[in-house]
């Protein structure tokens, strides 16, 4: 039989060695696997006892692909009644493209064609197509004029091993996560006493290495395979093997004195899963779970030496760049304080992350995660002088005023930053105010603002440009992250660490995380919950406070109408200013579900609320017969969300939605129209039908004095 043992690109030769350590012969090594000749007997064993392939093809044509008339013979050719029954199912995988044959999907309807009238002509019956489960997997792969024919033994890719019910966010495949530790030398390159995964997620890597190190198949939980109802099946060939992987599975789990694996996560939902994970394979008396951040890490018994190996997040799939950059810092302080003489195995696909470690890799190893372009960068970390040791043991949650000594341009920022906060002291104190601007760009280098809310931080970045050295950039941040530690006297918990960049459509307002934290805020009479980590902005748009507080002045006695709502902040301040009814549009159940907690969060009157989810495009333009005496819009500058009939642009749309605002509004009645777009221009000339007062200066509040331009707002009215 020939065979050809699929695997991930980079693992070739990894899987080259894996084959002849399980006895298999016949080998070579290839683009993407390996060629094996064996009996029934080696296809069996490779696709129970691989842990790196993907898929385990039985060859059967090199067919002729010079066009599709002698492709779909020389499938026809083959005599099919030797594979699959007449009435059996069959599914079939189709790659590659050439001058004939140029879409996959037709390539596979061919190739069905083909078999299907083979076994017709031949029966009077018909194999059927099933997507899921088929009796047949059949693997065509084509190369310029010639398509490699296989069926497809392992089913399922061989990766799915059958144990992972749960996952967490971008998990690494199991087979990779197998690649990545060969690389690092386990489990018997290097006499290591432990293995410790610091941010280990879903366990993936202990899991995979528990397999490894008890000598567990790990098809061993897989329930079907792509051979079970394929017609050259010998089942007591099969048994015999896999029975005599479940005894080596029994004296593995009986054996003792293993090194000890601990997984470290800051999510203790996600250690839940690999703790299940675990025992799903009943490999859960090998491998430990704890819940412990990075910052707060000490490694178990560090005399003993051991790997450390991990899967930090990376690219743009679980976070943004700055916060990432800071946890691979951390990792790389981490690592000299406290993994001396460790084998350290670090995978990224973005060496500009690794290099913030400030750890020089000795070995660098080129995979692919998925369709990343990936590094394992390997390290043995040695002592360094001027870096102290066992840091776990001091006090990490607090960044006192005396640890670290700052640059010179850090010590300029801290002079502003507490200049800005005496400046800001009395009148915040005065109007009963939480959540303020303490910091926006005043010094160019460190293009940052700094925003206060309560007892919390966050920081937002502004996305330096592309011509900025990102490790320098890195630097000025952690500069900044140091900073506003000392000033407040807080720990890295209170401090969030965001990116400002251009939106695209409804970017902002889309959940980043799933943290769920909350937070209560005052501002002057009336309370919000924020939320500082799950989405881009917080609940509640600080710029438009002076807003608010004029809503509020004016709403008693009058019908209050708020489009594009958001979080309804507006909202509470019209009802807490006396307003008989208000109205809130938007377009997303979540803010309106936030907003309906505004409210109770101040005990208002539920009754006199009402919250619209609508595109307020399409609610101004239906016919309605209510009026209102106070109606505020702040439109989005853009917006494509997928809810909405047509993408919005104020600058292009703001006459239209002026218009249809002020048809709603009773003579008399007052609409402040407002938005963020730096470069706005009002058409005054088409709205030259009603009386409008810029009053953008009038509403900055003493925070955003230095940054005039951070929104636009309008009085507008009926002309007399």
């Not at 190893?365 to 369709?371: E, T």
Request: net charge neutral.
């Amino acid at each position: 039989m020939k065979l050809f043992v699929t695997c991930p690109k980079g693992v070739e030769s990894l899987l080259l060695a894996e084959l002849k350590s399980i006895g298999i012969e016949g080998l070579k090594e290839t683009q993407a696997g390996v060629q094996v000749e064996g009996d029934l007997a080696t296809a069996y064993t490779i696709c129970l006892w691989s842990r790196l392939a993907n898929r385990v093809l039985l060859l059967l044509k090199e067919a002729d692909a010079t066009s599709t008339e002698a492709l779909y013979n020389d499938i026809k050719s083959i005599n099919w009644l030797e594979h699959i029954r007449a009435e059996g199912t069959l599914a079939v995988d189709f790659n590659g493209r050439n001058e004939s044959i140029n879409n996959t999907h037709f390539g596979a309807l061919k190739v069905k064609d083909a078999i299907v009238d083979s076994v017709r002509e031949e029966t009077g019956s018909r194999p059927s197509v099933a997507k899921q489960y088929p009796d047949l997997r059949i693997n065509v792969h084509l190369r310029r004029t010639t398509a490699q024919v296989a069926i497809d033994l392992s089913g399922e890719s061989l990766h799915r091993r059958g144990y992972r019910l749960q996952t967490g966010a971008a998990p690494l495949k199991e087979n990779l996560a197998v690649a990545l530790l060969m690389r690092a030398g386990w489990p018997n390159q290097g006499d290591f006493k432990q293995l410790v995964d610091p941010m280990c997620g879903s366990g993936t890597l202990i899991t995979e290495a528990a397999l490894m190190m008890a000598d567990i198949a790990p098809g061993l939980l897989r329930r079907r395979w792509g051979f079970d109802r394929w017609c050259q099946h010998q089942p007591s060939i099969w048994q015999e093997i896999y029975q005599d992987a479940k005894q080596r599975r029994e004296a593995g789990l009986n054996r003792e004195g293993y090194p000890r694996l601990t997984g470290f996560d800051a999510d203790s939902n996600v250690l839940q899963r690999a703790n299940n994970n675990a025992q799903a394979l009943g490999v859960e008396s090998l491998v430990h779970f704890e819940r412990c951040d990075l910052a707060s890490l000490s490694l178990p018994s560090p005399e003993d030496k051991g790997l450390l190996i991990t899967n930090p997040p990376y690219g743009e799939r679980l976070g943004d760049r700055s916060s990432l950059r800071f946890l691979y810092s951390q990792l790389g302080d981490f690592l000299k304080a406290q993994a001396h003489h460790w084998r350290v195995g670090v995978f990224t696909s973005n060496p500009e992350l690794g290099k913030v470690m400030g750890l020089r890799a000795d070995k660098l190893y080129k995979l692919f995660n998925g369709a990343l372009p990936s590094q394992l960068l390997l390290f043995t970390v040695y002592p360094q002088e001027g870096v102290p040791q066992n840091s776990a043991d001091s006090d990490s949650d607090v960044v006192h005023q005396d640890s670290a000594p700052l640059s010179e341009g850090a010590l300029m920022l801290e002079n502003r930053l507490k200049k800005n906060l005496k400046q800001l002291s009395k009148w915040v104190k005065r109007e009963s105010i939480e959540a303020y601007r303490v910091y926006d760009a005043d010094l160019p280098e460190y293009a940052v603002a700094i925003d206060r809310y309560a007892d919390q931080i966050v920081v937002q970045e502004y996305a330096p440009p592309a011509k900025v050295d990102p490790v320098k950039a890195f630097k000025r941040l952690q500069d900044v992250m140091a900073v506003v530690g000392r000033v407040f006297a807080l720990g890295t918990d209170s401090i969030v660490l965001k990116q400002r960049k251009r939106q695209q459509g409804s970017d902002q307002y889309q959940r980043q995380t799933e943290q769920g934290e909350t937070l209560t805020v005052q501002e002057h009479v009336c309370l919000f919950e924020v939320n500082l980590r799950d989405y881009l902005d917080t609940g509640l748009f600080l710029d438009h406070r002076p807003v608010r507080q004029q809503i509020q002045s004016l709403a008693k006695g009058k019908r209050f109408l708020n489009l594009f709502c958001y979080t309804a902040t507006a909202s509470v301040h019209a009802a807490a200013g006396g307003a008989i009814s208000t109205t809130s549009v938007d377009m997303s159940a979540t803010y309106l579900d936030w907003a309906r907690r505004n409210f109770e969060l101040n005990k208002l009157d539920a009754k006199r609320a009402d919250f619209v989810q609508a595109d307020c495009i399409q609610w101004l333009d239906r016919p309605r017969s209510e009026t209102f005496d106070l109606i505020f819009m702040d439109p989005p500058t853009f917006s494509n969300s997928k809810r909405m009939s047509d993408i919005l642009d104020v600058q292009r749309d703001h006459v239209m939605l002026i218009k249809g605002a002020m048809a709603l509004l009773e003579p008399g009645g007052l609409l402040i129209f407002s938005n963020n777009y730096r470069r706005f221009k009002l058409d005054y000339e088409q709205l030259d039908a009603f009386e409008i007062v810029d009053t953008s200066h009038r509403t900055i509040d003493p925070d955003f004095k230095r940054n005039s331009k951070i929104h636009y707002s309008f009085e507008i009215r009926h002309k007399a």
